[in-house]
């Protein structure tokens, strides 16, 4: 089991990644309509297998502690959009 350190480090990697992800969008004029239908699509489809992937394994580890989860991010979500 990784220690606390290990999560926040990978978890800070992955933030940096995404942050620097964004920069080629800084030098865009006008993106098509299409292409960001598209973009928008694939991300989605890889965070909903990403979410079940996760909810899969957080199940066999502790059921319950997974279900207040998914509780907990749903009315965050909910909330968020109010």
Request: net charge positive; proline share 4%; charged share 10%.
């Amino acid at each position: 089991m990784p220690n606390i350190t290990t999560v926040v480090l990978y978890s800070a990697f992955t933030a940096v990644a995404t942050g620097l992800g964004v920069i080629p969008l800084l030098f865009a004029k006008a993106i098509p309509t299409r292409l960001m239908s598209l973009a928008t699509a694939l991300a989605s489809g890889l965070l909903l297998a990403a979410a079940f992937e996760l909810i899969d394994k957080g199940a066999t580890v502790n059921t319950a502690t997974t279900l207040i989860g998914i509780i907990v991010g749903l009315a965050l979500i909910t909330l968020s959009r109010k």
